[in-house]
Nanobody
């Protein structure tokens, strides 16, 4: 069992930056593939970025490439650095975890992640 807690959300002006953190309790994340997802009002969850913990490989949604960076901070913590934020980035962001596959595949399907946090609100004003 992995419990995930996000922090770092808030209100920022367009063009600004925020850093989200995801802290795990219960065990280390070395056996997991991690993902960040976001969900706007009335929308389905959307993949933002993913991280294969043991291999260190990352994968981003096209609209986040070059602006967002996912990284491992410690054995139980990861982060999402978000730069050049746009109003359309406004959403609840949550982290999620799934046991890593042998191929270290990073899934973009939120339903394939067994564990997820409650989320943190990010609001970007224009």
């Amino acid at each position: 069992q992995v419990q995930l807690v996000e922090s770092g959300g808030g209100l920022v002006q367009a063009g600004g930056s925020l850093k989200l953190s995801c802290a795990a309790s219960g065990r280390t994340l070395s056996s997991y593939t991690m993902g960040w997802f976001r969900q706007g009002p009335g929308e389905e969850p959307a993949f933002v970025a993913g991280l294969s913990w043991s291999g260190g490989r990352t994968f981003y949604a096209d609209s986040m490439k070059g602006r967002f960076t996912i990284s491992r901070d410690s054995a139980t913590k990861m982060s999402l650095q978000m730069n050049s934020l746009k109003p359309e980035d406004t959403a609840v962001y949550y982290c999620a975890a799934r046991l890593a596959s042998a191929s270290l595949y990073i899934s973009t399907d939120p339903d394939e992640y067994r564990y997820r946090g409650q989320g943190t609100q990010v609001t970007v004003s224009s």
